[in-house]
């Protein structure tokens, strides 16, 4: 099963580097695959599907990895979330440099993609983030009463400025942007100074 997976989504990330993706049907698909049109829906719905597992599968081994490391106890705490962060500047640098690639992509289908993107990334990181929170409020070392909000505010900043699509900006303007959320998480939630400072370089 899982190879007839693959095979469906290595076909739809080639044609991705062919044509844009609403010229892309099931059928374009299947025969891409060398299958049959119903077999693909027997594994998926329809091609929204087909790219949210492909998005999925292109990002999970490096979430996952960042998410065991963060639930390891013996780690400092900090350590922990820099790890979380680290992964999200790591993936979304890859996203950023597969997506150049696509340049039969229109704007609004990089648009498209990079929403979908997103939305994959804050929903995954999300509860590790919140959990962690939860655990320096409990240890005294961060001060807020919503670690379920802390975690999605930081997620929607650090995302969506990384990707850096929905809302172009320059390298300058990112770096303020990001020294602006690690001073609010500073002052705002009680994380030491100096502890998520390498956020402001972030590295494309």
């Known amino acids: 099963m899982n190879d007839k997976r693959n095979l469906i989504l290595d076909s739809l990330e080639t044609l991705l580097e062919e044509k844009k993706l609403q010229n892309i049907s099931v059928s374009d698909i299947a025969q891409k695959a060398n299958i049959s049109k119903g077999s693909i829906y027997y594994y998926y719905p329809s091609k929204d599907a087909i790219l949210n597992a492909l998005i999925e599968r292109s990002y999970k081994m490096p979430l996952e990895t960042a998410k065991q490391l963060a639930n390891q106890s013996g780690i400092p705490l900090f350590t922990r979330i820099a790890m979380l962060f680290q992964s999200c500047c790591s993936v979304s640098a890859t996203f950023i440099r597969e997506n150049r690639t696509q340049e039969v992509a229109s704007i609004q289908e990089k648009t498209y993609i990079h929403q979908k993107y997103t939305n994959y990334m804050i929903k995954k990181l999300k509860p590790e ?65 100096g502890t998520l400072q390498y956020l402001s370089s972030p590295k494309s």
């Open 129 to 193: 983030l919140a959990a962690m929170i939860k655990q320096g409020i409990e240890l005294g070392e961060i001060h807020f009463d919503n670690p379920e909000a802390l975690a999605e505010i930081v997620l929607i900043v650090l995302v969506i400025k990384l990707d850096n699509t929905l809302i172009p900006s320059s390298e300058k303007e990112i770096k303020n942007t990001l020294n602006g959320l690690i001073s609010l998480l500073e002052k705002g939630a009680g994380i030491p100074a």
